[in-house]
């Protein structure tokens, strides 16, 4: 990315020396303009484990296969139930029902007294007896998360300003590869505990595999 400038000393990666929220937009979009150049701009409709993808109204054959979308969605994609069956039988689940719970994550002002002072000492509280389990202090903001739904105008006499309802993985299943299959990512591989630095780690080492010739070759079985 040329003309960024990183700031060294600071609790969070600062681009041009903006906040973490718009450091973090200016990253988003740089990499999803160098994405753009290598991809296939259209849906993905089917996946045939004999080695051909339906992308739009295209039949492509692939030798390999990086996933990075949600392991349900993939296995929705595969019709023969081979994925599912897979993942269901290796695991000892009942059925295909991921282990999961329903996240309710509030973005809130950082109004209250108490929390101004908690903000220059801590970047996350955790809590129990709580209606939130967490909370993050970024910038003027708080982002507060829960396992239920708070219906007041404010938490804490800090004042609601949006709300996103996502899914908590609630047992970790680390599915690295399915039917030859690699899976990258928090919801691909269906384990919480993934960070942007195992998130990268785990690219670098499929780059490397990858890039070795004697490796380079059909992975879907």
């Not at 949006?162 to 990512?185: A, F, P």
């Amino acid at each position: 990315m040329k003309n960024i400038v990183f700031e060294k000393y600071c609790k969070y990666i600062s681009i041009n020396d903006k906040g973490p929220e718009e450091s973090y937009d200016l990253l988003f979009k740089k990499i999803k303009e160098s994405v753009n150049k290598r991809t296939l701009d259209k849906q993905l409709n089917s996946i045939d484990l004999t080695g051909r993808i339906t992308v739009g109204e295209e039949v492509l054959d692939f030798d390999r296969i990086i996933s990075t979308i949600n392991i349900v969605d993939l296995v929705e994609l595969e019709n023969s139930g081979k994925i599912r069956d897979s993942i269901t039988e290796n695991h000892k689940l009942e059925g295909f029902n991921l282990p999961y719970n329903d996240r309710f994550v509030y973005v809130c002002s950082l109004d209250s007294g108490e929390d101004i002072t908690l903000s220059n000492l801590y970047k996350q509280v955790l809590a129990t007896g709580k209606p939130y389990f967490r909370k993050t202090y970024i910038g003027k903001k708080i982002i507060y998360e829960s396992m239920r739904n708070i219906y007041d105008k404010d938490i804490e006499g800090n004042k609601i300003l949006d709300y996103i309802e996502s899914t908590q993985i609630s047992d970790n299943l680390r599915i690295k590869k399915v039917m030859g299959i690699d899976l990258v990512g928090k919801f691909s591989e269906w384990n919480e505990n993934i960070n942007l630095e195992s998130l990268y780690q785990r690219a670098h080492e499929l780059k490397e595999f990858y890039n070795f010739s004697e490796n380079n070759h059909k992975k879907v079985l």
